[in-house]
């Protein structure tokens, strides 16, 4: 498996989990995905690449606050546009020490 997608249920990245995952990178919607917040560190030690929840979920949670604020698509666009670059950032920087 290359990428792990947890979509529907958060704590899933336990220790046991993570000590027998074959994938390379988890990369999924679902809210707290992390059973503890050192599992973080044991998928950095065993150089799996993780994309935090807040991190992929960036665009549905500005377009939703966007709408209920009035504001316009293109302020939602600008907003969407900079999360995805400061994500970029992230990722690249934990994919140099992978």
């Known amino acids: 498996m290359d990428i792990f997608a947890p979509c ?3 704590g899933v990245l336990t220790e046991n989990s993570i000590a027998v995952m074959k994938a390379r990178i988890v990369c999924g919607a679902s809210n707290n995905q992390l059973a ?3 599992q973080g560190s044991k998928l950095a ?3 799996i690449l993780y994309a935090p929840d ?3 979920n960036a665009g549905g949670i ?17 907003l969407i546009d900079r999360r995805c670059v ?4 992230v990722l690249s920087k934990q ?3 992978w």
């Open 8 to 10: 529907a249920m958060g």
């Open 36 to 38: 503890t917040s050192d």
């Open 45 to 47: 030690d065993r150089n």
């Open 54 to 56: 807040y991190l992929v």
């Open 62 to 78: 500005i377009n939703v606050s966007a709408e209920y604020l009035g504001e316009a698509l293109s302020e939602q666009m600008h």
């Open 86 to 89: 400061e994500g970029s950032a």
């Open 95 to 97: 994919m140099h020490r």
